[in-house]
């Protein structure tokens, strides 16, 4: 199992200097762990890559995740737009719409507070990246059988069912999740 990186900065560039190098120090990149500490706040960065072997077929995961304080209770789930979620809303399901037509039609948002996800993401930069993404899930996830929807245990989390060790790429991923994440705990105390 890959140690943890311990990686503390300022501000995006201090942490992602760290990270670059970190990236290029390892030739043949499976796996990568790190606690990421910038201003207040914590954010997970798991890159899992498994080929496989014989019968079995590989997987590839780059998981962001970062705990926050939640007292609204403030939730939304954000995923591709596939055959099933067609299907389902032929039967009535629903999903949201932030007024981007086209992130609109490829996506599936779900929240308790469609004003404030239409804030999350006016930003074009955060929808540009989520529209090039496939096979992912960005959302926040509550605490399990608290039964309070207000908890500190919240986490943000965005899920890409693709090992990403491209620095250029995974720098976007960041600064967008980043980026969220202030919005929705703008202290991170």
Do not use: C
């Not at 079995?56 to 926050?68: D, K, L, V, W």
């Not at 979620?85 to 996506?107: E, N, R, T, V």
């Amino acid at each position: 199992m890959q140690e943890e990186k311990e990686i503390s900065g300022h501000n995006e560039d201090d942490v992602w200097s760290q990270i670059e190098a970190d990236l290029s120090q390892q030739e043949d990149l499976l796996q990568y762990r790190a606690v990421i500490h910038q201003q207040n706040k914590t954010i997970h960065l798991d890159i899992d890559i498994d080929l496989g072997g014989g019968f079995e077929g590989g997987y590839a995961t780059t998981i962001f995740s970062a705990p926050f304080t939640n007292r609204s209770g403030f939730r939304f789930a954000v995923h591709e737009e596939s055959f099933f979620d067609d299907l389902g809303k032929m039967l009535g399901m629903q999903d949201i719409s932030i007024g981007y037509p086209h992130f609109d039609d490829k996506l599936i948002i779900k929240t308790n507070d469609e004003s404030r996800v239409r804030t999350l993401f006016t930003d074009d930069n955060i929808r540009e990246v989520l529209l090039s993404l496939s096979d992912f899930t960005f959302e926040i996830v509550l605490p399990e059988n608290t039964g309070d929807e207000t908890s500190d245990d919240s986490r943000l989390e965005l899920i890409i069912e693709e090992g990403i060790t491209d620095p250029v790429r995974l720098r976007q991923l960041y600064r967008i999740f980043f980026s969220t994440l202030t919005l929705i705990e703008p202290f991170g105390f």
